[in-house]
């Protein structure tokens, strides 16, 4: 009965029974750890929009009125508390797993995010066994102390967390965001750091805060949404924000605003989208960067920073979205009067000009053309401009003297890996970095640029885990279009190559965001539980990405986009046909924008994956632009309203796609209830409509944590908690024996 009509009927799988009661919706299913699963659930009612001649259904729309409806709130438990029944069935497997995740992911202190501001160095820590990060702070004789903890910020059920923290120029005070619950809707706190108390200048509203420390010490910019009347349309929530300047010990609400939408001093702003204002300690300028969103290059404009204290400050503008400066990393870096700006508009591997602030008249020069290596950051220190670049999965880090303009100096790496957390400011020479590796734990180094070597700071203690069983194989993956697709696969030594091994890869795509070879990686659940038990992991570095440059970003966007799901397709190929695996013991998973990726392989091929993991994925490209985060990720995906840009969204709604009847893969859906990215609706229409859809007989499940959002504030309890759902469901539909009912 698949057509949606509401019944009773009770099946025997001779184990296990568990019904799921949709509460206040009249809905019900019954699911079995054996992975049969009954014929009614959560009935549509479709909405019909006519979307320029095409008549398009939407069966769960009643959802997009969101968490603060008890319709969806109900449901959300109900499926949350369905999902926590049928993986207890596991607890005992899964409680082994949980417990090789901790050892893997708390073997020792985990650092990030360092910052040099006088003679201190600020940093997050999550120490051993602990939940939450807390900013540290490490004197110049090498005494660590914490900062801030948020755990004092804690309210009510809903933790805490760190999501920005900026210190000023000399090192004095720093300014955080914290939120609450995963949300990401920060308050900004200033701490004193003598004393490691907060002042009393607390800020709201402060998502993308954004601080930027005046040259004083005693003042700081930062970017503030507005505050909305009530029943204001979600997608108000990004429009007409302001960038401010706050003065230590004023009242925020008596702040001047300096740059944004309606000031005199920036009239063509735009109403919707973001802005900041970013200084150098060694620059009398300050540059306002005004985005629409996402992968927007926006426009960037200048004013000296004695100026820029009002509504009237006189910005000029000197780049506009053509010249097409590289969104993400750091994309430029300003040194005294000149400003470096890495663009693609000459090539999209990027290239590096310099602009002469105090001359805007005279043509921007040319200081790092465009060659075979992708330039992916720029970073001003001291002595020097350094440059971080890629080709592929490969990093490279090179040096340009600034007397000395001619070619970059490569600085050589301790080994081939992810380069992250690159820190360098005016004031300094040299700069901090992380390195780490898939198979490799990571390190923090300081670059002397007096002897041209690398120092080991310390600052990440040594991880001593044995991985010399575990390999790393990259290979390339022919796809579409004769592209071929870099794929990195995690496997033990011993491996023998028999279509037996319980697989998962991930693939992204998406925002030109590449992944990294990452040590313990950010995209996937832990992987070496997994490999220990003889799985194999994989990672798609899939078009839509930035491995090989905006060519390859540009390749996976827009009208583009099935080559995303094409990579993903050709990957899962190349397992079965290189006998790593086969389809009954092959999932695959995406996350965020992956979730495009990982939405069409199981709707468009799925005969191919026993299992997929959606985790906080897209999932309905017509409706996305209307959620608060949507009008921001129309450079990325799309305009709804226009006739063309329909065509490939529609083409690319995973949601709109799926066929009543069809043998779908098992699917977990995991969703955040404060997500302010990607909302729980988007997660649980999809599992809604692909419960109501599957003729497979396998689980369809939707897993919901009430205190967390968009991934970026769950603590390190909460993300190995999900690890350890998600490897037991997968290897529960995988086959592996020690997760099978008993």
């Not at 003065?247 to 939408?261: E, N, R, S, T, W």
């Not at 290596?373 to 890629?390: P, Q």
């Not at 670059?447 to 575990?470: C, G």
């Not at 083409?651 to 995991?670: D, F």
Request: with cysteine; hydrophobic share 40%.
């Amino acid at each position: 009965m698949r057509d949606g009509t509401l019944g009773m009927e009770r099946l025997q799988s001779g184990r296990i029974t568990i019904l799921i009661a949709a509460l206040s919706l009249g809905a019900f299913s019954t699911v079995f750890p054996n992975g049969s699963i009954s014929r009614h659930f959560l009935a549509p009612k479709p909405v019909i929009d006519d979307y320029f001649g095409a008549k398009i259904s939407d069966p769960f729309r009643w959802m997009e009125a969101g968490v603060s409806d008890p319709r969806l709130l109900s449901f959300l438990k109900a499926q949350n508390d369905a999902t926590r029944r049928v993986l207890g069935t596991f607890a005992v497997p899964r409680g082994k797993l949980l417990a090789r995740i901790q050892a893997f992911d708390s073997a020792v202190a985990a650092t990030s995010d360092w910052r040099r501001s006088g003679t201190r160095i600020f940093y997050r820590e999550t120490l051993p066994g602990a939940s939450d990060a807390l900013l540290r702070v490490r004197e110049p004789d090498g005494s660590v102390r914490t900062l801030l903890d948020p755990a004092d910020y804690k309210s009510g059920d809903q933790h805490a967390a760190i999501d920005y923290f900026e210190p000023s120029p000399d090192g004095a005070y720093v300014a955080a965001g914290i939120s609450l619950g995963g949300s990401e809707n920060s308050t900004l706190y200033i701490v004193d750091v003598a004393t490691g108390r907060a002042l009393s200048d607390a800020i709201s509203r402060t998502q993308y805060g954004w601080p930027c420390w005046r040259s004083d010490g005693k003042s700081l910019y930062y970017f503030r949404q507005q505050q909305l009347p009530p029943n204001a349309p979600p997608g108000d929530v990004y429009k007409n924000g302001r960038t401010f300047l706050h003065i230590l010990g004023i009242d925020p609400d008596k702040d001047a605003p300096v740059f944004g939408p309606g000031l005199p001093g920036s009239p063509d702003v735009p109403e919707a989208g973001f802005s900041g204002v970013v200084g150098s300690l060694d620059s009398p300028y300050v540059l306002a960067i005004y985005t629409a969103g996402t992968i927007d290059s926006g426009a960037v404009y200048v004013a000296k920073e004695n100026d820029a204290i009002g509504p009237s400050t006189p910005w000029k503008r000197i780049l506009n979205p053509e010249d097409r400066m590289v969104t993400g990393g750091s994309p430029a870096a300003l040194i005294g009067s000149t400003l470096y700006v890495l663009t693609s508009r000459e090539s999209p591997n990027g290239s590096i000009l310099a602009i002469d602030l105090d001359h805007l008249d005279k043509k921007p020069k040319t200081v790092v053309p465009a060659g075979d290596t992708v330039i992916d950051g720029v970073y001003g220190a001291a002595d020097a401009l350094y440059i971080s670049g890629r080709n592929g999965v490969a990093r490279t880090l090179s040096r340009l003297n600034y007397a000395d303009p001619a070619i970059p100096q490569s600085i050589d790496l301790p080994f081939k890996g992810r380069i992250y957390g690159i820190d360098a400011n005016a004031n300094q020479p040299g700069i901090l970095f992380g390195i780490d590796s898939w198979l490799v734990p990571p390190a923090v180094y300081r670059y002397d640029p007096s002897t041209n070597s690398l120092v080991d700071t310390k600052i990440q203690p040594k991880n001593e885990v044995d991985l010399s069983a575990f390999q790393v194989r990259e290979v390339q993956v022919p796809s579409t279009d004769g592209a071929v697709v870099p794929v990195s696969i995690i496997c033990r030594r011993d491996i023998v190559l028999d279509g037996s091994h319980r697989t998962l890869f991930e693939g992204h795509g998406a925002y030109g965001v590449s992944i990294d070879p990452e040590f313990n990686s950010g995209f996937l659940p832990s992987i070496y539980p997994w490999v220990e038990r003889g799985g194999v992991v994989a990672v798609a570095h899939i078009r839509g990405g930035g491995e090989y440059g905006e060519r390859w970003h540009a390749a996976g966007q827009k009208a583009s986009k099935q080559h995303t799901v094409d990579d993903m397709i050709a990957t899962a190929r190349y397992l079965v046909s290189n006998k790593y695996t086969t389809p009954s013991r092959l999932a695959i998973r995406g996350t965020s924008g992956g979730g495009i990726a990982v939405g069409n392989a199981i709707v468009q091929h799925p005969e191919l994956f026993a299992a997929a993991i959606d985790n906080v994925g897209i999932t309905n490209l017509l409706r996305f632009q209307l959620t608060p985060n949507g009008a921001g990720n129309i450079p990325e995906f799309g305009d709804v309203t226009k006739p063309d840009d329909f065509k490939w969204l529609y083409a690319m709604s995973a949601y709109h796609h799926i066929t009543n009847g069809v043998k779908y893969p098992a699917l977990l859906g995991l969703t955040g209830a404060n997500d302010p990215r990607v909302p729980s609706w988007v997660v649980a229409e999809f599992v809604a409509r692909l419960q109501h859809a599957t003729a497979s007989g396998k689980p369809v499940l939707l897993r919901v944590d009430f205190d967390a959002g968009h991934l970026l504030g769950s603590n390190r309890v909460q993300r190995e908690q999900s690890d350890a759902d998600q490897e037991t469901f997968l290897l529960w539909q995988l086959g592996d024996p020690e997760f099978q009912p008993q």
